[in-house]
C-alpha cells in the first residue's frame, strides 16, 4: 500500500465492537450475587446460632436462645451511706447483643480505559544532485609544403544523482480494565432492627400491681 | 471487631452500649444515663454460649471478606 494512501485507523471502529454491555453489568451482577449469598449466610447463621428450633417442616418455631445477664445497682441507705449493691439477674435474648451488621458489597467501581493511537508520518526528502564536467581542449597544426597536420582534443563529462526517502508509520492499542469492588457494613434492615428492640425492651422489670388496684379503677 | 452493640436499661431506659467481645471477657458496661449508675455484666452460666455465637461470627465474616 502505497503511504499516501495510508489512512489513520477509525476510532469508532476500534470501540465499535467493544462489549461494554459486558464490561459494566458484570461486576455489579457479581456484587448483586456476592450480597444475596452473603444475606442468606448471616440469615442461616441467625437462626442456627441465635434461636433454638421446635417442631418440623413448615411448623418449625424459633425460641430464641436466652442468655442470663447481671444487673449492678448501686445503694444509697436513708441515712444518705452507701449500701452493698445490689445484683439483678435477667434474660436477655442472645441475638440483641450479637454485632449482626449486615455485611455487604457497598461499593462496586468499573473504571474501563482504551486508548488507540494511530499516527503516520512521512518524510521524504529527495536531492538530486547533478554534476558535470566538460572539458575540451583543441590543438590544430597545418603545415605546407611537407603536408603536415596535428589535431588533439579532450573531452570530460560526469553526471551524479542522489535519491532518499523516509516513512513512518505508528499504531497501538491499550486497555486498562479495573474493578474495585469493597465490602462494607450495611445497617441493619428495619424488620430485623424492631425485632430486636422488642426483645430488648422485653429486659425491663414487670410491675405488678396490687390485686384489689385494677377492680377499683 | 469492634461493634457496639446496645440494650435499653432495666432501670432507666436509656442505651446502654455494650461490646460483646468484652462482655465475654468478664467486662461490664454502664448505662449512658449519668443519673443511672446500672451496670450489666454476663453471667457466667452464660459465657460459653455467647463465646461461641461470637467465634461463629466471626468465622462467617472472615469467610466472606
Keep these: 500500500m502505497p503511504d499516501q494512501d495510508r489512512a489513520l485507523v477509525s476510532m469508532a471502529q476500534q470501540f465499535s465492537g467493544l462489549p461494554v454491555k459486558s464490561l459494566i453489568s458484570a461486576p455489579l451482577l457479581a456484587g448483586a450475587e456476592a450480597n444475596g449469598k452473603m444475606a442468606i449466610m448471616q440469615t442461616q447463621f441467625l437462626l442456627s446460632t441465635c434461636f433454638n428450633t421446635d417442631g418440623d417442616g413448615d411448623s418449625v418455631n424459633y425460641k430464641p436462645i436466652m442468655i442470663n445477664m447481671t444487673l449492678t445497682r448501686s445503694v444509697v441507705k436513708h441515712d444518705g451511706s452507701a449500701g452493698d449493691p445490689v445484683q439483678t439477674r435477667f434474660d436477655l435474648p442472645l441475638l440483641t447483643i450479637m454485632p449482626l451488621n449486615s455485611l455487604a458489597v457497598d461499593n462496586v467501581d468499573v473504571n474501563f480505559e482504551m486508548e488507540v493511537k494511530s499516527s503516520f508520518s512521512n518524510d521524504k526528502e529527495t536531492s538530486s544532485e547533478s554534476e558535470k564536467a566538460a572539458e575540451g581542449s583543441f590543438s590544430a597544426k597545418v603545415g605546407w609544403g611537407c603536408f603536415s597536420a596535428e589535431v588533439s582534443g579532450s573531452v570530460s563529462a560526469s553526471s551524479k544523482n542522489s535519491s532518499s526517502e523516509k516513512s513512518h508509520y505508528e499504531k497501538s492499542n491499550s486497555a486498562k480494565y479495573t474493578i474495585n469492588a469493597h465490602a462494607g457494613q450495611l445497617p441493619l434492615p428495619e424488620g430485623v432492627t424492631t425485632i430486636i428492640q422488642a426483645f430488648s425492651q422485653c429486659i425491663a422489670p414487670i410491675q405488678l400491681k396490687e390485686p384489689g388496684a385494677a377492680a377499683a379503677a | ?65
Excluded: W
Aim: charge should be positive; glycine fraction near 4%; include cysteine.
Design chain 2, 1 to 65: 471487631m469492634k461493634d457496639q452493640q446496645q440494650i435499653d436499661c432495666p432501670c432507666c431506659g436509656q442505651k446502654i452500649y455494650i461490646q460483646p467481645q468484652l462482655l465475654v471477657r468478664g467486662s461490664s458496661f454502664s448505662c449512658s444515663n449519668p443519673r443511672c449508675d446500672a451496670s450489666v455484666a454476663l453471667s457466667h452460666s452464660s459465657y460459653s454460649v455467647t463465646n461461641k455465637a461470637l467465634n461463629k461470627l466471626e468465622k462467617l465474616r472472615q469467610s466472606q471478606l
